[in-house]
Structures are given as structure tokens and as C-alpha cells.
């Protein structure tokens, strides 16, 4: 087999100097010498970069278009991902404006109807007592738990290493119904407050005008709106829309200052609380180091340890 330096013209032989001017690479002839065709072979090595070919340049703009599409794709996939999450967002919250408590009420004792937790009676007695309630705007009372002060007073007297117990005054405690659960504590909050004002005359006759009758949710609702339209806390009404009505809104301590503010109701802020509460923890602490007043009029020192809301303070520790 014959091999070729194809990098190299060969030599020609006397007599016929065209005989191998071809060439190697192309098989082009009709070189004049053989300098010629050897800078005619070093053009096949060392050509400079030329514009690609338009089958190259369409592969090329399909490729760009295809990941284009491609990342179009994702981003719309991620955007749709966190739309959907931010509207779970606001349906937890109630930020979404659908459903009030009326409607949650007749659908959740519909699921009770079915689960066999609620007659067919009992749900269309609750549905009249439901509207009757959104009417007057007065609470039905069925979350309601009467009477809890004196109980928890009584059982802890019961004990014989109390000597003495300080409790609140008179309080109702409002649960979660058909209607509010997931998201009502708040309006349970306020309604349980306005149960403990409404035995203060004083704070009857600005709240309820002398009646003894704790509002619904809904008239809260409407309460507040009430009080953003008299120009309490803007900053809130425009965080929840301006909108409380038939919604599921949650609330919080700044709409139980607004409520009550509306009412000429002087509420604490935050330094005066805890300054009351310490003035209120060192007096106890007091109390419970130097004893409590016997019968007798002596002092009666069998306890050195006070409990508040789960904490204990013992009479070492200054306040």
C-alpha cells in the first residue's frame, strides 16, 4: 500500500513535472508548479472562520427558541406555584372574601347532618336560632359557658394549702362554634370581654346601653367598621380592606382597642399594662411573704410561693 505525505507536494520526476499535481485533499489539478498547489493544500488547514451555513444558522435559532420556550415555561409554572400558595394564604387567613359565618355555620352542620354528629331537627331548630341571632344581632349563647369565676374559685378553697385566692371579676367564656371555627378567636376574645364590662354599669351603659346582651360575630364585625368609619385605626382598616362584614377575616388586640376606643373606653397601651402588672405581681409577692390576715388579725405565713397564669414566683426572687 502506498502512503502519501499529504501535507508535503511530492516530487516530480523528470519528463512529466504534472504527473502528481493533484490535490491530496480536494483532488483539484492544474497546478502550475508545485509552490502552488502546496499553499493550495495549507488553504484547507488554515482557513479563517467563515459564516455559518443557513442550515447551521436555522439549527442554531431553533436551539435559542426551544430553551427560551423552555425557561417561558418554568417561570410561568413557578408563578402559577406561588399565586396558588398566596391564595391558600389569604383563604386561611380569610383574606379572600369568601364565606361569613353564616355560610360556614349551615355547611358545617350540613357535614354534622351527615356524619350522624346532628339530627335533621336539631339542624333546622340551629338554622332558625341562626337566623334569629344575625338579626338582633345578639349572640345564640350555645359556645357559651356561664359561671366559670365561682367554680374555679370553689376548687381551689378546696384545697387546704390555699389560704386565700384573688381571681377576676365575672367572665363568660365563648368557644368556637359551627360557624367560626378556624378562624373566630378573636371575636371569642372580644365577646368574652364584653361579658366581664357588662356587670360594670359604667361600661354597660356606654357598651350596650344598659342591656345585657353580648353581640354576634357579625355585629362585631359591623362594630368595627363602625368604629374605622369614625376614624379609629386607619392602618388597620387598610390592612384588612376596610372590610370585616360576611368575611373571615382574623383579628387581633388592635381591633379590640379600636372597638372599645370607639366606645370612649380608655384602653391600656403596652408600657401602662406591664407597669400595672408589676405594680400588681410586687403587691402579691408581698402578700405571700408576710402572710395572710388569720381571724384573729395575725398574720398567717404557711405559703411563700406565688402562682400566676402558670408561672411561680418565690419569695426570693425581687421584682
Not at 490535490?23 to 509552490?35: Q, R, S, Y
Not at 398566596?86 to 356524619?115: C, P, T
Not at 350522624?116 to 359556645?143: K, T, W
Request: charged letters at 25%.
Amino acid at each position: 500500500m502506498e502512503h502519501r505525505d499529504i501535507l508535503s507536494p511530492s516530487k516530480t520526476t523528470p519528463g512529466d513535472e504534472n504527473s502528481n499535481q493533484r490535490c491530496p485533499v480536494c483532488d483539484l489539478t492544474g497546478f502550475g508548479n508545485a509552490v502552488e498547489m502546496a499553499c493550495h493544500i495549507e488553504e484547507h488547514f488554515d482557513r479563517k472562520p467563515t459564516l455559518a451555513s443557513p442550515d447551521l444558522l436555522t439549527d442554531l435559532s431553533a436551539d435559542s427558541l426551544l430553551a427560551r420556550e423552555i425557561e417561558r415555561q418554568e417561570h410561568e409554572a413557578r408563578k402559577l406555584q406561588e399565586q396558588r400558595e398566596f391564595e391558600l394564604l389569604k383563604a386561611q387567613y380569610g383574606m379572600d372574601n369568601n364565606g361569613s359565618f353564616r355560610d360556614q355555620s349551615i355547611k358545617n352542620m350540613q357535614k354534622a347532618v351527615y356524619a350522624g354528629e346532628m339530627s335533621v331537627a336539631d339542624f333546622y331548630n340551629r338554622q332558625v336560632e341562626l337566623r334569629v341571632a344575625e338579626m338582633n344581632g345578639v349572640d345564640d349563647g350555645h359556645s357559651c359557658s356561664k359561671d366559670l369565676i365561682p367554680k374555679i374559685r370553689a376548687i381551689c378553697l378546696s384545697n387546704n394549702n390555699v389560704l386565700a385566692v384573688w381571681l377576676c371579676t365575672t367572665v363568660d367564656h365563648y368557644a368556637a362554634t359551627y360557624g367560626d371555627k378556624g378562624w373566630g378567636c378573636g371575636y371569642r376574645n372580644i365577646q368574652m370581654m364584653l361579658s366581664s364590662l357588662m356587670h360594670n354599669t359604667r361600661y354597660n351603659e356606654k357598651l350596650f346601653n344598659g342591656e345585657n346582651s353580648v353581640p354576634s360575630i357579625s355585629k362585631i364585625q359591623e362594630l368595627i367598621e363602625w368604629s374605622w368609619r369614625k376614624g379609629f385605626d386607619p392602618q388597620g382598616c387598610e390592612q384588612l380592606g376596610g372590610k370585616l362584614c360576611n368575611t373571615r377575616k382574623w383579628i387581633g388586640a388592635t381591633e379590640v382597642v379600636t372597638l372599645l376606643s370607639a366606645f370612649r373606653i380608655r384602653c391600656f397601651d403596652r408600657s401602662e399594662y406591664l407597669k400595672v402588672f408589676r405594680r400588681t405581681l410586687v403587691y402579691l409577692a408581698q402578700v405571700s411573704v408576710s402572710g395572710f390576715p388569720s381571724s384573729d388579725g395575725s398574720r398567717r405565713n404557711t405559703s411563700r410561693t406565688l402562682s400566676m397564669g402558670g408561672r411561680i414566683f418565690p419569695e426570693t426572687r425581687r421584682l
